[in-house]
């Protein structure tokens, strides 16, 4: 076997794919959308897409294991925008649904198809929840190309929005399927997919084949081709591990350590409660650093809100729950703090892999106390290498004990001030105030060397 294959089946990279085709115009897609492809900056397919976009252009139906980074949305959206733009004299509205787990991921897909099919002049939908719905039956009314909602969402409008129907779309995809096939949103799917013609293409994404992605491959799938950008779950060779072994009391104290490290980093701190994602943000804006935190508990408004200020750089540091684990693509992350170790080995891999994207470094640092040590162990297993621990003076780490100890205490005292009023406020709804408060002038980042 060749050494290239072997990487790909060790899951080492997620390289573009040289031998396979090193162009999209090698691969059969049309000029137009070569150039769109050129104009976001994909000079060259990656390995999920050069495997996939040939079946697909082929009219197959599609599996594809392909892992968040990839490039797994360019491997559907441009076969899609293809047929779609070969078929131009036909009705085109209502052409393709795209489902995702969440609303942000569904968002963002809907992004990249605008992107690449803007000089096409195409007209996406997005249909999540949290937001206004009249807003989205008024898109429904434009008559988009593409439709792409999460499933409550989307049987919602099916089920209500006068006009609005899947009957005639060519084309069906589930993105992330694995997260897809959970049992909140089993019933929706089932639903859905009534409303679907049998008559369609339908390609499956998912970063793992679990049984249900199985079972529902054989309702749902019409002799597929099947494809894989990797095997098994890895991380790619431009991302730097590390870890802290932390005392649990001690943890903030590391974070504000490996934070003050990297001031000028954008990162993403993954902790395991909304509660926690609140605590942490209002605790390091007492410290004078910009952070601002994303949970389910927060209303879409509010979350959005915050990941466009951190995408903006208006705050440097996002903290969130595995909610923003998956998928998410935001450009320039160059860390990922993974403040609670994940029990589940797989969401360390989505966590880390929200930096190293496209082929750029990134650093993923993990603070593991002496109760997680043994799911860190289960990482290392499942990556199937050891990660490097960092060392650092104890002394370093108890000067810092003081202001943590503050800044909590203010914030623990904000939260519970604000959980009297919890029956109109939604968790997170206070952060624009606080924010405020950061960027005042009594507000200085802290350094070390305030307190010498
Ligand atoms: P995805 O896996 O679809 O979430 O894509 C991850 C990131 O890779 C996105 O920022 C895409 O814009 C980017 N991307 C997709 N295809 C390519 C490509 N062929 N070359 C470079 N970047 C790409």
Not at 9 to 37: D, H, M, N, W, Y
Not at 88 to 111: K, Y
Not at 254 to 279: G, P, Q, W
Not at 419 to 424: E, L, Q
Request: net charge positive.
């Amino acid at each position: 076997m060749a050494k290239e294959d072997l990487a790909v089946e060790a899951g080492e990279k997620q390289e573009p794919a040289r031998r396979l085709a090193s162009t999209f115009a090698e691969l059969g897609i049309c000029k137009e959308l070569v150039e769109a492809c050129d104009l976001m900056g994909w000079k060259e397919p990656t390995r999920i897409q050069a495997e996939a976009i040939p079946h697909a252009l082929q009219g197959k139906d599609l599996i594809a294991l392909a892992q968040t980074g990839s490039g797994k949305t360019g491997a559907f959206a441009l076969p899609i925008l293809q047929e779609l733009l070969e078929n131009r004299d036909v009705q085109h509205s209502f052409f393709a649904c795209v489902l995702s787990p969440t609303r942000e991921l569904a968002i963002q897909i809907a992004e990249q198809f605008e992107a690449l099919g803007a000089a096409i002049g195409l007209r996406c939908s997005v249909l999540v929840g949290g937001v206004d719905r009249m807003q989205q039956v008024l898109s429904i009314g434009k008559r988009p190309h593409i439709v792409v909602g999460t499933p409550g969402r989307l049987l919602d409008h099916l089920t209500d929005t006068k006009g609005f129907s899947l009957r005639k779309i060519k084309y069906l995809v589930l993105d992330e399927a694995d997260k897809l096939l959970n049992v909140e949103f089993e019933k929706a799917l089932d639903d859905i997919l009534k409303e679907i013609p049998k008559d369609r293409r339908t390609f499956l994404f998912s970063a793992t084949m679990t049984k249900k992605v199985n079972k529902l491959q054989r309702a749902c799938l019409r002799n597929p081709a099947k494809v894989e950008a990797s095997s098994k779950y890895s991380t790619v060779d431009s991302l730097k591990q590390e870890f802290y072994f932390v005392p649990a009391d001690y943890k903030d104290c590391y974070l504000l350590h490996v934070l003050n490290e990297r001031r000028e980093s954008m990162i993403m701190i993954f902790v395991r409660t909304c509660e926690s994602t609140r605590l942490l943000a209002l605790m390091l804006r007492n410290l004078g650093l910009k952070a601002m935190s994303i949970s389910g508990q927060m209303s879409q408004d509010k979350r959005l809100g915050a990941l466009n200020r951190f995408k903006a750089k208006d705050c440097n540091i996002l903290i969130c729950t595995d909610v923003a684990s998956r998928g998410l693509d935001i450009q320039g992350v160059d860390m990922v703090i993974n403040y609670d170790i994940p029990m589940n080995s797989k969401d360390y891999v989505h966590r880390v892999g929200r930096t190293a994207r496209a082929g750029r470094s990134g650093y993923a640092v993990s603070l593991v106390n002496q109760y997680e040590a043994q799911w860190f162990v289960l990482i290392e297993q499942l990556l199937g290498k050891k990660i490097d621990q960092c060392k650092v003076d104890p002394d370093e780490i108890m000067i810092l004990k003081e202001p943590i100890s503050d800044a909590k205490r203010i914030a623990l005292t904000k939260m519970k001030d604000s959980g009297g009023h919890k029956k109109r406020r939604k968790l997170g709804d206070d952060d624009d105030e606080v924010e405020d408060h950061a960027h005042s002038k009594r507000s200085k980042p802290f350094k070390k060397s305030n307190r010498r």
